[in-house]
């Protein structure tokens, strides 16, 4: 089986999203230190220059905010929330036969993914039913060939794991049921 998501990768993506949170710790301290340095010794820099720092402070920070939350802490910690729910929540495993990559992106839960287009054996009758299955966008897409057979688990329809299955396999497999 070939996993899309290594257990040091894991934890790479958790020192990220903690260092991005003393990123934000040491930058609010010091925003709030000259704040406070600039308001106390406002007479002796002048009242009106002290204010025009104090709000020139006030307004960098606060686009600092505004970037630093929306762009990059908010994808790793989106990122963070899709491993974490690899860990805890549950793991669909099918077989299916691989039709092709849909060029379309799709959102998750806030992460960016690709979709890959299945198609599967759903119920007793044999009904086959086409499944787009979410790859997130940072990993290189698999290999398969159209009409590879696949054995994978996935979570949330986002792909975790999957083998390719050997034509050589599915037929001993076919044979022994008939």
Known sequence: MT???MQEEKAAAWAVKKKLWV???IVTGLTVA???VIFIFRYKIGYGWGMAI???LLALYLWFLLFFFSIKFKLTKNFCRMLKGFETGLREERN???LCFDDTKSIKDGVDCYNMKTTETYDKRGTENERMILIEIT???PSFKEGDRLHYFT???ILVEYEIIPLLRTVK???KEG
Request: proline share 0%; glycine share 8%.
């Open 155 to 157: 979570h949330a329809n």
């Open 3 to 5: 996993q899309l998501y």
């Open 54 to 56: 104090n709000i020139i």
């Open 173 to 175: 497999a076919q044979e």
């Open 139 to 141: 990993r290189e897409k």
């Open 23 to 25: 990123i934000f710790g």
């Open 96 to 98: 299916g036969i691989f």
């Open 34 to 36: 000259a704040n406070v």
